[in-house]
């Protein structure tokens, strides 16, 4: 049987996967209502937030195991990675109460609201995703970590 401990040096990429994976979902989802595919938009946003949760789950699962992974990146790149890390955090943590707002005006049926609120969920959720692959990318390929 797998352990945890064994999946670890894989959940990075996975992640990274998963972020890809919820910003195509939020593309199409967006694409969808504005051609008024109201069914195929519930369906996307329905899998962007299921993804979204078995990254949050993933996430969660590997910095506890883990713990915080120093950026190995030296000179110019490194208050351009911390001011990109740090705007995901921050914004990652801005998004959750979005979403969930947005999904209870959606599934209460408010109509009205439910579009106020994604107007300003979108983008950030999009930036959120970017950004993640993003960070992913600098952190673990072109500044690899040694021992990697």
Known sequence: MTTIDQLIPYMPPFQAVLNAIATALLGAGWVFIRQRRKRAHRNAMILTLAVSLVFLISYTTYHMKVGYMPFAGQGWIRPIYFTLLFSHIVLAAVIVPLVLGTVWFA????????PQVARWTLPIWMYVSLTGVVVYLLAFHVYRPPGL
């Open 107 to 114: 599934a209460r049926g408010n109509f009205l609201r439910h």
